[in-house]
């Protein structure tokens, strides 16, 4: 499950003293950087995934209740609450003024949009196709753009951050699988760990391939210079920290909602091989 790819990556920084973040300031900086609307995006993306499960975890068995029971698991409200306040504890130590005025500006707004734009669109497989198809295009064409996109991955520590959430997300679907009855008899937890890791590779694989091509959608409008000046940025200290601060805020809810996602399955399987 990948997790959103935000704006931590282009923040403005200036050379202040840290001090500690209010909540208050936290939640200013959600806000304008469209929390609410990353929320509702990935609320219909996760419901959209979800509904292809009974498919592949009970092909055949009924699951009459299965979008309503997505709907719940996927709270708007508890998503949001969730994060936030995992984002605003991330970032209790940390500077918020020059974020909150950059993320505010011109230029901020604009990245933000373009985020959630490319991102929204790529919810459509035609879009995502082409997205690829564009992606691989650049590559034979060794457009330096790509290259960019490689030291903006590696800057803020993208695939390899991306990976351990995508395999601590499936780790904790497969312990609501366990916990849920699923399986004759509860995995071990080094059984877990096994199966989760046997799929490093190919998770890997994938979200290097969806990054590239979400990053290269989405940064399509601005200059070879400003995306350098964003690696710059990226590496300073208080960037990492921001860049922290969203995937700690966004790996704890997926895992929450995996987990849940496990335990559902497993009803529906031991409800019908009742």
């Known amino acids: 499950m990948l997790r959103f790819l935000s704006t931590m990556l282009i923040w403005l920084l ?41 498919e592949t975890m009970f092909p055949g068995r009924t699951a009459p209740n299965w979008k309503q029971t ?38 901020g707004r604009r990245i933000t949009a373009l985020e959630l734009s490319a991102r ?5 497989s035609g879009v995502e196709d082409a997205s690829k198809e564009r992606l691989e295009q650049m590559r034979a064409d060794n457009d330096p753009r790509v290259g960019l996109l490689a030291n903006f991955i590696a800057a803020n520590d ?3 951050s991306n990976v351990v959430g995508a395999l601590n997300s499936n780790f904790a679907f497969y312990t609501g699988l366990s916990d849920g009855g699923a399986f004759p008899s509860p995995l071990s937890q080094d059984q877990m760990l096994s199966e989760v890791w046997s799929q490093e590779s190919t ?11 979400f990053l290269s959608l989405a940064y399509q409008p601005l200059s070879d210079a400003d995306l350098q000046a964003y690696i710059d940025i990226s ?17 704890g809810m997926f895992e929450q909602i995996s987990r849940a996602l496990g335990l559902a399955v497993a009803q529906v399987m031991v409800a019908q091989d009742l």
């Open 14 to 54: 200036l050379a202040l003293p840290l001090r500690a973040g209010s909540a208050q300031e936290a939640w200013k900086l959600a806000d304008a950087l469209l929390w609410s609307d990353i929320i509702q995006m990935l609320r219909q993306e996760g419901i959209s995934t979800g509904l292809e499960l009974p």
């Open 70 to 107: 997505l709907t719940e698991i996927y709270d708007e409200e508890w998503m949001t609450e969730t994060s936030r306040a995992a984002f605003a504890d991330a970032l209790e130590d940390v500077d918020l003024v020059p974020a909150l005025a950059f993320f505010q500006s011109d230029l």
């Open 120 to 124: 929204l669109a790529l919810l459509d």
């Open 158 to 160: 993208l695939l390899d």
């Open 203 to 213: 998770i890997r694989d994938d979200v290097e391939e969806w990054l590239f091509s």
């Open 235 to 251: 590496k300073t200290p208080n960037g990492q920290a921001l860049n922290n601060a969203l995937f700690v805020a966004f790996d």
